[in-house]
């Protein structure tokens, strides 16, 4: 075996030397002068820093090659996730910036009076689902329409307490004054499939069954009237009886009754296919409909469009 040279033993302890002096002259720089005690202790971790490094250099080489690259395998993945992020959000970025080319500026008068305040004259109550965009099936632009969005495009009672959607019908009712409610259904509704599958024994600490039982009316119904139907049958048929029963509880609230008893607000029911893009669209007839708790009403202006 060959004898190693001094030199090779020189270069760690030339090391330690420059770091005392280093450690010497900056001291006073960064604070009051070290004792020699904490000096020799900061010598001391570092021999032992270089002591213990091979070990665990050769520890880490002895891991199973199967981890490694299960580990490499998970770093390109997570790569690739956050480069389709930020493709994504580049994608977004160029929609942001037509918007404004071909729309914000081309009707700057228009925004600049939005940005003043808003007038809308409809108020759209429809699903959270990502299918069923109100502005983009009927056409809204901005400021036309003051929109909430929930799971199944439900409406709790004025009895059932605050909740997103009846504080956005009292700033839209009594704020923006809007002359119109919408409410629209839809085919497939993963909100209405979930009201149908529901067990009265099941818990009630899920988020989902805590809302969707404000559709339960609409399920008793469509339980007794669609009872000979097929599961899938009964969905559609609850997707529009919840219109009907949310529109049922929009004259709940006082001051929405007392202004569609006045003529000042209109309440619409409407139903999306987005299978075969039709649409349905009906008006609550306050003055032939019998209005008492839990009844249906009549309705007036039903159009179809497809």
Known sequence: MA??????????????????????KTSTIFGPKLKSGEIEHTHLRLLTFFKTGPRLELKASKEPPGLTQQLDNSR????????????????????FLRFKKRKF??????????????????????????????SNILGFQPGEAFVVRNIANLVPTFES????TNAALEFAVNALKVENILVIGHSRCGGIRALMSMQDEEDSSSFIRSWVVVG?????????????????QQCRHCEKESVYHSLSNLLTYPWIEEKVARGELFVHGG???????????WTMDYEGGNL???????????????
């Open 3 to 24: 004898t190693p040279s001094p030199t090779t033993f020189s270069q760690p302890f030339n090391f330690f030397k420059d770091v005392r002096r280093t450690t010497l």
């Open 216 to 232: 339960n009316n609409a399920r008793l119904i469509t339980k007794s009237a669609a009872s000979n139907l097929s599961f899938d």
């Open 76 to 95: 390109l993945e997570s790569l690739a996730e956050t480069e389709n992020v930020c493709d994504f959000f580049e994608d977004l970025k160029h929609r």
């Open 271 to 281: 139903y999306y296919d987005f299978v075969e893009c039709t649409f349905e669209k």
């Open 161 to 164: 307490g605050p909740s997103e």
């Open 292 to 306: 008492q708790k839990n009844s249906r009403f009549a309705v007036k202006n039903q159009f179809y469009w497809c």
């Open 105 to 134: 500026k081309e009707n700057l008068e228009h925004f600049q009076n939005l940005a003043q305040g808003q007038a809308p004259k409809f108020m759209i109550i429809a699903c959270a689902d990502s299918r069923v965009c109100p």
